[in-house]
């Protein structure tokens, strides 16, 4: 009866279920598309972004094998996980992403790309009653992701006189 009675005092501290207004949000980020050094992306300015939007279950940035030992490092410290593909990232971000899609935890698609081939995946998404989101920065921001997704966010790249 003592463990029974330890159990039920443990489960106040663990949430059986989640509430209902709270949106758990899938994070990718094509990371040759997007963290460029002409953009002055902040990953954690992203992720509080995001976060606006609900909480940021799942936050993956995917390179290709290029990617510098130190970008790998600053992807960790900003709390991502770095997946480098040795192809095409696109093909990686898109399965990720539909794993993301079938995910019955996740609510939200959030896609920090700029690159129209991924509307097909949007639209999925959108069928399959996931939320969509799409981060992007000019120039070259898909005009149709930006009107496909359920929302859109375009970064300002200019860097202000401090960092400049």
Not at 88 to 102: G, K, N, R, T
Not at 120 to 127: F, G, M, Q
Request: hydrophobic share 45%; glycine share 4%.
């Amino acid at each position: 009866m003592r463990n029974l009675e330890k159990l039920s005092s443990f489960k106040q501290y663990i949430p059986l279920t989640r509430r209902s207004n709270e949106r758990n949000i899938g994070l990718l980020v094509d990371g040759p598309n997007m963290l460029r050094n002409e953009f002055h992306l902040d990953l954690e300015m992203i992720k509080e972004i995001v976060s606006e939007n609900g909480t940021i279950k799942v936050a993956k940035v995917l390179m290709n094998q290029y990617a510098s030992d130190k970008l790998i490092e600053a992807v960790v410290n900003q709390g991502f996980t770095p997946i480098i593909v040795a192809g095409d990232v696109d093909v990686q971000l898109a399965v990720e992403a539909f794993e993301l899609v079938y995910n019955p935890n996740i609510d939200v698609i959030a896609l920090m790309t700029r690159n129209a081939d991924f509307l097909p995946l949007i639209n999925i998404a959108k069928e399959n009653g996931k939320e969509t989101m799409v981060i992007g920065a000019e120039p070259g921001f898909s005009v149709a992701l930006k009107n496909s997704a359920d929302s859109a966010i375009v970064l300002n790249t200019q860097p202000t006189p401090e960092t400049a």
